[in-house]
Each structure stands twice: as C-alpha cells, then as structure tokens.
C-alpha cells in the first residue's frame, strides 16, 4: 500500500507531464539577418528578413518548409502582429514614435499550429473564411467558412521587441531597421506534441 509520502512524491512527478511547455528566448538581430532557435517538438522560431526592412517571425518545422504562424493568426490581410516592420516604429513625417506609442509596438503576440497535418487544414478553413462563399443553413442563419472545422491545439508566442535601432529618419527618407534586440515566450501545448495524445 502507498503511504501518504509516496503519493505525495508521484503527485508532484505528474505535474510536469500534463503542464505545457514555455521557452525562453532572447537575441540579437541586425537587418538582412536571419534569427533561428530551435523549440523543440521539430519546430523552430525563426525571424526571416523581409523586404520592408524589418522581419517576419515564424514557426518553421526543422526543414524550414512552411511557417506555421501564417494561418491561424489574424489579420488575414496586410500586416500581422508576426510582421515587424520598420514603419511600424515611426511617424508619418518618419521621425521615430514617443516612447509610449513605442511600448504598444515592441509587444507582439501569436499562435502556431503544431504540425504540417494541422497547417493543410488550418490553412484551408482561413481560404474558405476569407475566399469561399458565403452558405445560407435551412434555418436561414448565414454561414462563412467550414462549421466542422474544429481548430487544433495551438501553440502560442510573446515576442517583445526591447531595442529597436533605427536608421535613415527625418523628411524625404525611407526609415530602416537596423537592428532589433528582443526576448520571446514560447508556450507548446503538453498534450499536442508526438507521443503525449
């Protein structure tokens, strides 16, 4: 018979297995620069330089053969909380922001699914909401996108920007992002990586 200790001792042991996993990430990046960390699960968080001088953060499998963030974080048109740019840091005269509208840009969350399975069909139902048309149910309720679409677990990041060093500002210009120094919170869902189901 298990005395009180013991179960106490496998109660605890048991925590970790059923509580997600979080990761912390910090860094440096300078423009044109690619940023890669693994995170475990055969997914990398990766920044891809863009053309609009600042970058893109993505959840790659290892392979870098998708980014996983892409459908299943909104808006589905133009710039993303996933889209760094430097525009995003200045004024439309392009000098640089104050400091309080700064704080509400460096913070940037996101989800990821977890797999490419998961992406086909996350990616499918974000074309059928965007894209398809609109389908009329017999009770005369309007329906857009797939009702038995049912999202899979997500994964989910908190990026913040803690330095941004920017170039080529003031009138007649086109501001750049020279360089950004950031942390990143990484949580994967417990129950969602191979071998917890």
């Known amino acids: 018979m298990l005395s009180l200790r013991n179960l106490v001792f496998l109660a605890v042991l048991a925590v970790p297995l059923t509580a997600d996993t979080n990761l912390h990430i910090s860094g ?14 055969g997914l990398a968080l990766v920044l891809v330089p863009n053309d609009d001088s600042g970058w893109t953060i993505e959840v790659q499998p290892l392979d870098g053969s998708d980014n996983f963030v892409r459908c299943v974080t909104l808006p589905l048109h133009g710039p993303t909380p996933a889209d760094v740019l430097a525009t995003q840091f200045v004024t439309e005269d392009n000098n640089r922001l104050p400091e309080a509208e700064l704080s509400e840009v460096k913070k940037r969350e996101f989800q990821f699914v977890l797999n490419a399975a998961d992406q ?15 389908k009329t149910a017999p009770d005369g309720t309007v329906i857009i ?37 950031f942390e990143a919170e990484i949580k994967l ?7 917890q189901h």
């Open 189 to 195: 869902p417990k129950n969602g990586l191979p071998g």
């Open 28 to 41: 440096t990046v300078s423009a044109g620069h690619a940023f890669r960390k693994e995170i475990g699960s």
């Open 120 to 134: 086909k069909k996350a990616c499918a139902e974000m074309e059928e909401e965007a894209y398809g048309q609109p």
């Open 145 to 181: 996108g797939n009702p038995e679409y049912e999202q899979p677990l997500l994964g989910s990041g908190s990026f913040r920007i803690k330095r941004a060093q920017l170039s080529d500002l003031g009138s007649g210009q086109r501001a750049h992002l020279e360089s950004i120094n």
